[in-house]
């Protein structure tokens, strides 16, 4: 059996959680693999970021997993198409501010979509900015953690939300 490992993003020490890129958990895996690599690498949070449909049809297992609730950690869903962006920026901005706090509460959290590189990128620069860390800084960190934002339509999202007001640090 191959236990996967999950891409850790780099974080300041000032920052006491852990984030996690994974892709669908059972997709490239068996989710017995998925859940010996919770052992080595408890989660928290999961954050999902595929539409439910998309999700059951890549991980069955884990489809059943949350259809009976039979797990240790909290699961967020906020479905962005598959290379798409967000449609409801509002929700966006509350799934990302979510995650942020579970992680400057010490948590560890796991975001994935599909593959894990695109919408997961594009959701944790945002958490990252989230965090006060710069545009520049959380887009490095991302990919040093092998997720991006894949597409133009992903990146300008990044930009307007590095940009907007809802990411001054005020509203911790």
């Known amino acids: 059996m191959s236990v996967p490992q999950f891409r850790r993003v780099l974080l300041p020490d000032n920052i006491p959680g852990i984030l996690y890129l994974h892709s669908t958990p059972g997709r490239y895996e068996s989710w017995l693999e998925f859940e010996a690599a919770l052992k080595t690498q408890p989660v928290d949070v999961i954050v999902a970021l595929t539409p439910l449909e998309e999700l059951r049809a890549n991980s069955t297992q884990y489809a059943a997993i949350l259809d009976s609730r039979n ?10 198409p598959d290379f798409g962006v967000p449609e409801d ?5 509350h799934t990302v501010r979510q995650a942020a706090n579970h992680i400057r509460s010490g948590k560890t959290v796991l975001v994935h979509c599909g593959a894990g590189i695109g919408r997961t990128g594009m959701f944790a620069v945002g958490l990252l900015l989230d965090l006060g860390i710069s545009l520049a800084e959380a887009l490095e960190l991302v990919k040093k953690a092998d997720a991006h934002p894949e597409r133009t339509e992903q990146k300008e999202f990044i930009k307007w939300f590095s940009q907007s007001r809802h990411m001054s640090n005020d509203h911790q």
């Open 71 to 80: 797990h240790t950690w909290s699961w967020l869903n906020y479905p962005i």
């Open 89 to 93: 920026r509002e929700g966006f901005i």
